[in-house]
Structure formats: structure tokens, C-alpha cells
T-cell receptor, first 113, second 107 residues
């Protein structure tokens, strides 16, 4: 009964490949997010999405694309993976704007070789 | 762009000691949040504060929000090994996180 679950936990892949990370939340939250945590533990927002609006951080390469089949799911698809994409990716969810706090998944450690 | 600066970046103490970590923002918080992240896990929300001057307590943790709503502190009393982790402050309304304070409490 995990609140925000993402798969896989670990992902090792070669440069140039395309990969997806899946995320599901069972909290009934309106908004879902993808964050990237770099090697220095800095968390940076990539996307926020609800059924009305997708907000993209302008620094995110267009090789990254969120896909939401329904309100409870927000997957992250990455094309043409690069070495610099190696990081831990976190899915999160919140009610509306997140002012009351976010619930995070346990992360996907992506390693590009 | 709002910047959140946390200090210290690293802190290693013995069990039973008290400690304080800080979070300073370059602009007014819309909603200040503190999280703790353990290795291999996602951040877990500890507290949300919105009113300047507000103080909240969570067992041995005391959170203080500055009057001007641009700074905050987290004080832990009698730290325990279970308090070990990365402490992150965030402006929840703006989706911005600080770089964190890595706390290690040794038995």
C-alpha cells in the first residue's frame, strides 16, 4: 500500500538508449512531479503535472518527456540517454500546488554507461 | 530565481548532543517545508510552516520560522542515531529545495 511507488529502483543502460521510469500514486492527489537529484544531493524540479497543466522546467532537455495515462500515473520517458543523465530521479505527488507538502517515491537510480 | 542556502552542509555529532541547522532564502517563502531523506529513500515531509515567527515541535525537533519569512532553523535535542539523514528545506509553493545538511549521529 505504498503511497507513491516508482519502478525500477535501479536502471543501468548504455548511452543512446531510450528508457522509461514509471510512477503511480494512490493518495488521490491532484498533481504529480518529477525531480532529479544529482550527485551532490541537490533536488531540482523537472516537471509538474495535473490534469489541467504541464509545467516544464525550461532547463530540462527535450529528450525528457512526462507521460500521464491517468491522474494516478506519471511516467518519465528519456530519449537518447547521455552520461550526464545519471542521477536519482524521484516522483512525487501533492494536493494542488504542494504548499502543504509533497509525498515522494523512493527514487530510481539511473546509471548511463 | 529564489535560492535556498542551508548550513552547515555536513554535521557529525555524538548521540545525546543538541544541534541546530539553518535555512536562508534569497526571497520570502511562500510555504516553508522541512524534509528528512535517508539513504536509498525519498525525502519525507517533517513539517510545513507558513506564518512568520511560527514555532512547531515534533518530538525532539523544533522548527522556527523567521519573522520576515526568509529564514528558518531546525533544532534537534538529544540527537539519536535514528536522526541520521539529509535534512532539506524547501519552498513548497515554488518547488525549490536547498542543498541540504547531511547529519550523522554516532552512537
Amino acid at each position: 500500500d505504498t503511497a507513491v511507488s516508482q519502478t525500477p529502483k535501479y536502471l543501468v543502460t548504455q548511452m543512446g538508449n531510450d528508457k522509461s521510469i514509471k510512477c503511480e500514486q494512490n493518495l488521490g492527489h491532484d498533481t504529480m512531479y518529477w525531480y532529479k537529484q544529482d550527485s551532490k544531493k541537490f533536488l531540482k524540479i523537472m516537471f509538474s503535472y495535473n490534469n489541467k497543466e504541464l509545467i516544464i522546467n525550461e532547463t530540462v532537455p527535450n529528450r525528457f518527456s512526462p507521460k500521464s495515462p491517468d491522474k494516478a500515473h506519471l511516467n518519465l520517458h528519456i530519449n537518447s540517454l547521455e552520461l550526464g543523465d545519471s542521477a536519482v530521479y524521484f516522483c512525487a505527488s501533492s494536493q494542488e500546488t504542494g504548499g502543504a507538502g509533497y509525498t515522494f517515491g523512493s527514487g530510481t537510480r539511473l546509471t548511463v554507461v | 530565481t529564489q535560492l535556498l542556502e542551508q548550513s552547515p552542509q555536513f554535521l557529525s555529532i555524538q548521540e545525546g548532543e543538541n544541534l541546530t541547522v539553518y535555512c536562508n532564502s534569497s526571497s520570502v517563502f511562500s510555504s516553508l517545508q522541512w524534509y528528512r531523506q535517508e539513504p536509498g529513500e525519498g525525502p519525507v515531509l517533517l513539517v510545513t510552516v507558513v506564518t512568520g515567527g511560527e514555532v512547531k515541535k515534533l518530538k525532539r525537533l523544533t522548527f522556527q520560522f523567521g519573522d520576515a519569512r526568509k529564514d528558518s532553523s531546525l533544532h534537534i535535542t538529544a540527537a539519536q542515531p535514528g536522526d541520521t539523514g539529509l535534512y532539506l528545506c524547501a519552498d513548497g509553493g515554488k518547488l525549490i529545495f536547498g542543498q541540504g545538511t547531511e547529519l550523522s549521529v554516532k552512537p
